[in-house]
């Protein structure tokens, strides 16, 4: 478990997940009218810990809507297309799809991220639950990136310190579409609402002031004031620290769990399943920063 961080008075019931992070979370209903303090019970729990899971939450979305919402304000996501039909709050993942809602669905191997890296304000964190789960495939894996970053060897921490990256919702589309055949490129619109914005390598947590690593590969275009290929193998070289199974939760969903990830100290990604055989259908609704 990550150190130095005060137990919150309003002791939630917690067990480790990984090595270094996260932890599940028993007996929270989040449907329903709860008090302040149960909700900053949750959220610092989030901060310690970076990832939070709760099993056998019902399907409800309205409820999903309504707890993220006392997290903060909501994101809406910049795939229109791909959101709920009730709750355009909820951005709808997975190859499922009826007359009234179509999942945004990828057959590429998602990189490393940190969700909304390419806005001005990157995301707080997100909520992810799986309404219909394949049963094997489809898991979510999850990177302390604080202990990652303060666990790299004094040399490279150095490099890093003080370098910032141009994160660009275009790079990653561009990079989509290399791995998902026939997926259209970004509308210009889009193009207009998301320009590409710099941010650390480094970030320092708001609320626990814990610094970590902020990369994500498939969004960065390029590292300033580094040539194009020595800020890419400069990442490489990082992440194939970061990404040690230490600092790694591999998370195997069953319907009805929700995961809640910080995106101010983790980075996550996805593993593909066989689209042929199995439904998957994942719900995401994502804080703003
Ligand atoms: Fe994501």
Known sequence: MRAGLAQHPAALDTRPLGATFG?????????????????????????????????????DPAALVGFSRRLGTLEMHSASA?????????????NYADDRMRANFATGVEQWHADSSFRDTPSACSLFYGAICPPEGGETWLLDAVTA????????????????AVHDLNTLSEWNRRHTPGKP??????????????????????????????????????????????????????MAHATADRYVYRHQWRAGDLVV?????????ATLFDHERHQRLMFRTTVAG
């Open 149 to 164: 970053y303060a666990e790299l060897p004094p040399a490279l921490r150095a490099r890093i310190a003080w370098l910032n």
């Open 82 to 94: 791909h959101t709920h039909p009730d709750h355009p709050e909820i951005f709808c993942v997975g």
């Open 261 to 269: 990830w910080d995106n101010l100290s983790t980075l996550h990604t």
């Open 23 to 59: 932890a599940e979370l028993h007996d929270f209903p989040i449907a329903g009218d709860l008090p302040e303090a149960t909700v900053d019970a949750f959220r610092a729990a989030l901060h310690r810990h970076g990832v939070l899971l709760l099993r056998d939450v019902p399907n």
């Open 185 to 238: 490129p970004l509308s210009e619109e889009a193009r207009r609402r998301f320009p590409p914005v710099t941010q650390p390598l480094v970030r320092r947590h708001p609320a626990t002031g814990r610094p970590s690593l902020f990369i994500c590969p498939a969004v960065i275009s390029h590292v300033e004031g580094l040539p194009p290929a020595a800020g890419h193998a400069l990442i490489a070289e990082v």
